[in-house]
């Protein structure tokens, strides 16, 4: 039996993905363009292929929109829109044995007059550093400086740079920001509003890798103030998801009201070995961020409401499945169990004050086992009495929010996990 392919969640057809790239909804359609290797299902020939969606949950994919020419290859950045054009501002990278640039990443500009379905690359580079790791352009319009704002990364050297323009083509570097607080490699940065009246509106997000919040590769949010020129921080890195598989999230442009994300769900370290092929890769459920004291919780776009589980409930692993499950008394657990093993365990810790989410070990595509001991758990997600648990199960991929019980909508703390169960049918189970 083949691995089952998520439902609802966005996946190639046949080859690899990596991170979401374009993310806009434009003339009522949910465009997600991504990192794609149109040759295969390793890492390679960085292209950028195009899907759409009304729901955020099927998608149409239209393969590659944006392709790798001359040996450079189009890696990752954003989609912006100006009266019946889409543009693209995205990372040109070359290798070291490019015969005419060498090893650099420089941002470049297409446009698109058809709904992102075909594109015209500017010929040269509208922001050239002469860097190798200078990358991943998020681009947006800030009204009141009047001017639009991008936002990028040096990688190694973990500096977000900002630059602003009128035209998206003339470019102005304004400010650079380090935090000492995140480690790893810096990339696939994000600027947004929180719809909030609090202080400090401006959220920076952040993806390191490693570094992340369990320690991995994973995704931060800052809450700061940012004057159209330089962001400053005003908070500590908070957890945008409590998982090892939520990198290079970014936000979808076009939309009003508070930020929706969307992620590769995948921990970097183990990305090129996951046992799916010919498809590898798959994105997150999109996800709203809304600020709750320090925290930025998330409320994730869901394929059905809620339904509430029975003890030894039989579940059909083709099916994506929406389970409300009561909090487990401290010390308790719920398993998700195979025809002959545990493939996942909700665990209660013996104070009562978080949850944790673990999975059964995997053998990636080279035989090998998939997971370090690191990355068979989630992070802790805070829990109170009051709360209940909202589990997706989707082919291969888990997502946990921790929600108040009975309360619409599902709003919580979340944590993205990818499992890799043994053919056959699945029981939830309850230990008390």
């Known amino acids: 039996m083949s691995t089952p392919r998520p439902r609802v969640h966005l996946s190639a057809p046949s080859t690899w993905m990596n991170d979401p790239n374009g993310l806009i909804l434009h003339e009522g359609i949910w465009h997600a363009f991504y990192q794609n290797n149109p040759f295969g299902s390793d890492h390679g020939h ?5 899907a759409t969606s009304r729901d955020l949950l099927r998608w149409e994919d239209h393969g590659p929109a944006i392709r790798e020419e001359d040996g450079v290859q189009i890696y990752s950045g954003s989609v912006v829109r100006i009266d019946d054009r889409l543009v693209a501002l995205y990372t040109g990278h070359s290798g070291p044995e490019h015969p005419l640039r060498g090893a650099l990443q ?9 709904d992102g ?8 580079a509208v922001v050239d550093r002469g860097s190798a790791d200078f990358r991943d ?31 998206l083509i003339t470019w102005e570097h304004t400010s650079t920001y380090r935090d000492e607080r995140l480690t790893g490699i810096w990339e696939c940065p994000d600027l947004v509003q929180l719809a909030t009246t609090e202080d400090h509106p401006w959220l920076l997000i952040l993806s390191t890798n490693p570094g992340g919040p369990v320690g991995t590769s994973g995704t931060w949010g800052i809450r700061g103030d940012f004057d159209g020129a330089a ?31 969307m992620g590769w769900a995948v921990d970097v370290e183990y990305a090129g070995r996951t046992p799916t092929a010919p498809w590898r890769g798959v994105m997150s459920l999109p996800r709203t961020l809304h600020p709750r004291g320090d925290a930025i919780v998330a409320e994730p776009v869901l ?65 090998r086992p998939l997971f370090s001991p690191r990355q ?11 709360d209940e648990l909202v589990l997706v199960l989707d082919g291969t991929i888990a997502e946990l929010v921790v929600t108040r019980a009975g309360v619409d909508p599902v709003v919580g703390p979340m944590a993205t996990l990818l499992f890799f169960p043994h053919p056959g049918s699945w029981r939830l189970k309850t230990l008390r």
């Open 46 to 50: 960085m292209t950028w292929a195009h």
């Open 137 to 167: 352009p998020k681009v947006l319009w800030h009204g009141p400086s009047g001017q639009w704002v991008m936002v990028a990364v040096e990688a190694q050297d973990r500096e977000l740079l900002v630059h602003t323009s009128h035209d």
């Open 106 to 114: 420089d941002q470049r500009l297409a446009i698109s007059t058809d």
């Open 231 to 261: 962001f400053t921080a005003q908070a500590d890195p908070v957890p945008l998801d409590h998982g090892p598989d939520l990198y290079a999230a970014v936000t979808f442009s076009g939309v009003e009201g508070p930020p929706l994300l």
């Open 117 to 124: 379905a075909s594109w015209t690359k500017r010929a040269e």
């Open 376 to 386: 068979l758990a989630t992070g802790p997600l805070p829990v109170t009495a009051e």
């Open 303 to 367: 394929p059905s409401a809620p339904r509430s589980t029975e003890p030894d409930q039989a579940l059909d692993p083709a099916t994506a499945h929406v389970l409300r499950i009561p909090l487990p008394r401290p010390g308790g657990e719920v398993e998700l169990v195979g025809p002959d093993r545990v493939e996942l365990r909700l665990v209660r810790d013996i104070g009562g004050t978080t949850v944790r989410l673990h999975r059964a070990q995997a053998l990636g595509a080279d035989g």
